[in-house]
């Protein structure tokens, strides 16, 4: 029977350089000795653009279309291409031990996302658009104003406006890329988009040799990410935890915060009910009475409308505790008498909490406002990489787990995990600022960001709109009735989905081995503690009430699987410990995790991460034995789409470690000889 024997490494990029550029080449029937070749490519002025799609075996014999054959028309190709981006493909068959009678054909993919750039986009336009809403309100609040704080007020809001649109213009100049390569992370331009953002699919499909037909295929998941950080505006006073740590600009960015979150509770009631009469059976006044009873006891409006009472005039303070008196009287009674009365005194007193609320942030923000809302700026950006990223990978998981019991349970919970594995070292202090980067908006603001699908009539999932605040983000996701049909009811019908974080770090790289000797890894070890707290409380309330979501074997494995975690965790203390990130990397899979690896700029460290993951989900699932992991692993990262990724983004095919610094890493994450170069800077 003719097979595949491997695969082999085509020097491509000479061909892009030349003149015509190789627009595409195809051969249909394989023949003995003949190396395949898909490949569709585009020439740009400095670095060449890796094809759209590279495909290439080497064949021993003839071997038909159908041994080859990955099903390439299916479910992503129908409704996700434009998701999706160019794909960079590797394909191997590698036979298992003579006794499981087996061999797998593996198809490696790496995706480019088209969210890397219109989801930033998105997010500034809201945070315009929002910026834009305070200034009307404001300038409708002029009276009974001084006019210098007036101005000083509509001002800011103005210059806050323009900076936004000047930030979307540089933004779209960046966005004719199809993703953000490592170096251009320290540029301002493109700060709001994550850094070489790709999704990698394993798809494995087991043969039974003396039959040649499939007894099973699996598609695995990973994302991959630059560390969503503030790499334009370096790390001379370290990442966000510190900035907002335990100081005033701490202070002032949690308060704006709660003001923001109230300010959304408080236009959605305007929204809901200033149009509305009141239903006969009173269904619609209990609930208008009960988010004002909420409301008028919110220490936050209770605040803000204390001080707007205080800068008004005489006339304008009767006006809002008149306001508040009546509503004391409707509060005290159920029985409403007068349904319209209800109905203008919600629209009022919601109006007056409104204004208050954004005077009261445009105050909070005119103190040390230089200083301050450049704080602000980098949070934004750095929240708008997690954004992007995080929509990216449900996406991809819709796309590729749909049908997966255990992703469909975690819809109908609405709520997904997402676990980001970090390499990031804790020495110096630019990868420790980056540390605190993503803890700071991982940790704390993963949760702000749901997403809301709604059904199109269009045949390709896309990216509708972005709705609420900059803390209370709703991604609206247009899908095909075809794919909404597959999904949970409370997913048809609108319910929002949430997000449960998860984050972990390991440095792995000669800077950790410099940490440990200095004693510099508090700030791993905070991180991990934290994340194995979070992962068990997890575990506690949503895997356990859902067991029968998994597998026996998997859900039994649980608790001997997190007590191995905490005593690998204890080798960490002491030094490198790549056992701890397998541990982890495993355990986020039998919880159906949407998955994340990243280091700096996602490609060198990242690379040796998920190659090796891909060996450890071959030993684990797919009978690949213990012995063959070396080979294989060398193959992946000298020909697999890993490889492909140092060019896309550096113009070369070569991971950016010298021969130090290979020495340095854990065997398991050191490149094969002739893939590295000396010289080279690691991102």
Known sequence: MPVCVGTCQIAIKEMLHQDPVVKKLRVGKLEKGTVVIFMKAKKESKYPQVPDIVEYCTVADTCTDEQMSFNEQDYKNTYFKDILGSINRQRYHFNLRPHTGKSLRISE???????????????????????????????????????????????????????????????????????????????????????????????VNTVVQKTNLSCGRDQHCIMTAGAMAGHWDKFKNGGLSSIFGKNRDGEKFAERMEKYKVLQKVEDMLESYSNNTIDADKKLAKDIISDLISLSKEPVTRSAMEGLQRTLDQDKQLEIITLS??????????????????????????????????????????????????????????????????????????????????????????????????????HPRDESGMLEDMQFVIQNHLQDISVQLERTTEDQVSISKLTGTQFDVVVVVAVPGEVMDQLPDNVKSGGRIRFYPLFFTHGINEQQTIAYKIGETSQQDKICEQFMDDLQKY??????????????????????????LRNLYKDTKRSKCPDFIVQAEQIGRDLGCVRFTSCKSAKDRTGMSVTYEYCNILVRDHELDQEDVTPLLEQFRRDGTRYHNTFKNIGSYKYCFNKLQCKMLPSIYRPPQGTFGDGAQQT
């Open 539 to 564: 575990i506690d309330e949503h895997i356990t009430p859902n067991m029968e979501c998994f597998d026996f074997a998997v859900y039994n494995n649980l608790v001997p699987s997190m007590e191995r």
């Open 325 to 426: 008196a009546d509503l004391e009287k409707i509060v005290k009674s159920i029985k409403v008498s007068n349904k319209d009365t209800l109905s203008a005194i919600c629209r009022k007193y919601c109006l007056h909490a409104q204004r208050a609320l954004i005077w009261s942030i445009a105050q909070l923000e005119l103190d040390n406002r230089e200083h301050f809302l450049g704080q602000l700026n980098r949070f934004e950006a750095c929240f708008s990489q997690l954004l992007s990223a995080t929509v990216s990978g449900l996406i991809v998981n819709l796309c590729f787990r749909h049908r997966q019991l255990v992703f469909q349970q975690q819809l109908t919970n609405m709520l997904v995990p997402v676990m980001f594995e970090s390499l990031l070292s804790t």
């Open 109 to 203: 993919e790496m995706y480019e996302m088209a969210t890397s750039f219109n989801i930033p986009a998105l997010y500034i336009r809201l945070l315009c658009e929002r910026e834009h809403t305070n200034m009307l309100v404001l300038q409708n609040m002029i009276e009974g104003f001084s006019e210098e704080i007036s101005s000083i007020t509509a001002v800011s809001r103005s210059v806050k406006i323009t900076q936004y649109r000047d930030e979307l213009s540089q933004l779209g100049s960046c966005s004719k890329h199809a993703f953000k390569r490592s170096e251009w992370k320290g540029q301002g331009e493109c700060k709001w988009a994550p850094v070489n953002l790709h999704a990698q699919i394993l798809e």
